[in-house]
């Protein structure tokens, strides 16, 4: 599932054709990919991606999308496809998590996955790549401010002779490195 995501993203559409989104021929392998992995039968992703269904009256019919729709589809697939990956992980993590202690998945304590942002973990009924990724954002913001505000306030407070070496803050760059580096992230 992650090689569909990873594939989808490198489809890419004409974009003279702003008004019938056509898929490059250089874009091919990838659509092969998709629906190999997929275990979609040939030729109907381009159908997915550049076509929308209409009812006319009784009948429904194929309206082209146009370049930026066809961009949105795919897009729009990516990330439905990663999001319900994660969502599975999170659920076979915390189902295995309460076998392990031998405890019911139901129970009214469980162990869960929370996530992280700038107070701590934040624990949902349920947890979103979506979430996950406006923390992460946060965390970055975060660590931004951190610098800027502390770092460089305590630099100046050095260079000026002032004692500053009472003032501590949290840096919030081990938590960002989980989640960039390619080992681990």
């Known amino acids: ?54 009812k006319v009256g009784t009948e429904m019919m194929d309206k082209d999308l146009t370049f930026a729709k066809a961009v949105d589809t795919r897009d729009a697939l990516a990330k439905g496809i990663f999001s319900r990956l994660f969502d599975k992980l999170v659920e076979q993590i915390n189902t295995s998590m309460a076998e392990a202690k031998g405890c019911d998945r139901n129970a009214t304590i469980k162990n869960v996955i929370g996530i992280v942002d700038i107070f701590g973990f934040e624990i949902f009924e349920k947890n979103s790549m979506e979430q996950l990724c406006i923390n992460f954002a946060n965390e ?41 580096a390619p080992n681990t992230g």
């Open 140 to 180: 970055k913001l975060q660590a931004l401010f951190t610098k800027t505000v502390f770092a460089e306030t305590m630099r100046a407070y050095s260079e000026e002779g002032i004692d500053a070496a009472d003032i501590s803050y949290t840096d919030n760059g081990a938590l960002i490195q989980t989640l960039e």
């Open 1 to 54: 599932l992650v090689a569909a995501c990873l594939h989808t993203g490198n489809i890419n559409f004409d974009p003279a054709k702003t008004d019938t989104a056509t898929i490059t021929a250089d874009s091919a392998k990838w659509v092969e990919n998709v629906e190999a992995v997929l275990g979609l039968p040939g030729g109907v992703l381009p159908k997915v991606l550049t076509k929308m269904k209409m």
